[in-house]
T-cell receptor, first 114, second 113 residues
Framework: KAGVTQTPRYLIKTRGQQVTLSCSPI?????VSWYQQTPGQGLQFLFE???????NKGNFPGRFSGRQFSNSRSEMNVSTLELGDSALYLC?????????????FGPGTRLTVL | AQSVTQLGSHVSVSEGALVLLRCNYS??????LFWYVQYPNQGLQLLLK??????LVKGINGFEAEFKKSETSFHLTKPSAHMSDAAEYFC???????????FGKGTMLLVSP
């Protein structure tokens, strides 16, 4: 079974631009979560989608948004990029998104904002 | 609110020595507890998890952890370190009704020959 895939793996953008990251979950998984990883703040939860609906949201500004499609693939968008948005963005999928479910992580998209 | 504290941002051991990575959590309700490992330029991989039942949990690659409610701890151990264990380890917690993981800051394990 193929794992979680994320595209692109690397991105370089400049301040003020917007970016879209993509995540394809493991086949059959309906829950997709996004996390931001930085050296200073560590791993922080962005949002979770289940059956095309945002079910949980972390404490991030409205510039961060996401969506999920009917095939469970998910995208996240960051508008008006700031230097502080430079991070590794990780996507994780699980079967139904239960609290004891294992979340399977993709390799991440490393975003650099110049 | 939940939080996770991992003592020591870096832990160094010799190959063959005991590995002990510490994790303490705070949660107002019984938690679900996880340990993940991250190798360079990769995502996170689950080592083990505690949900209910037996408090000593065995995971992959010879790791195990013990849930101690009275100490609010979930320390990760391995009897004998291997060079391939060098990686960053994250303790995480979730709670009933939410799949959201709250992570500790991580502990980098360094293994010397």
């Amino acid at each position: 079974k193929a794992g979680v895939t994320q595209t692109p793996r690397y991105l370089i953008k400049t301040r003020g631009q917007q970016v879209t990251l993509s995540c394809s979950p493991i086949s059959g998984h309906r829950s997709v979560s996004w996390y931001q990883q930085t050296p200073g703040q560590g791993l922080q939860f962005l949002f979770e989608y289940f059956s095309e609906t945002q079910r949980n949201k972390g404490n991030f500004p409205g510039r961060f948004s996401g969506r999920q499609f009917s095939n469970s693939r998910s995208e996240m968008n960051v508008s008006t990029l700031e230097l502080g948005d430079s991070a590794l963005y990780l996507c994780a999928s699980s079967s139904i998104g239960g609290p004891s479910d294992e979340q399977f992580f993709g390799p991440g998209t490393r975003l650099t904002v110049l | 609110a939940q939080s996770v504290t991992q003592l020591g941002s870096h832990v160094s051991v010799s190959e063959g020595a005991l590995v002990l990575l510490r994790c303490n959590y705070s949660s107002s309700v019984p938690p679900y507890l996880f340990w993940y490992v991250q190798y360079p330029n990769q995502g996170l991989q689950l080592l083990l998890k505690y949900t209910t039942g037996a408090t000593l949990v065995k995971g992959i690659n010879g790791f195990e952890a013990e849930f101690k409610k009275s100490e609010t701890s979930f320390h990760l151990t391995k009897p004998s370190a291997h060079m391939s264990d060098a990686a960053e380890y994250f303790c995480a917690v979730s709670r009933s009704g939410y799949s959201t993981l709250t992570f500790g800051k991580g502990t980098m394990l360094l293994v010397s020959p």
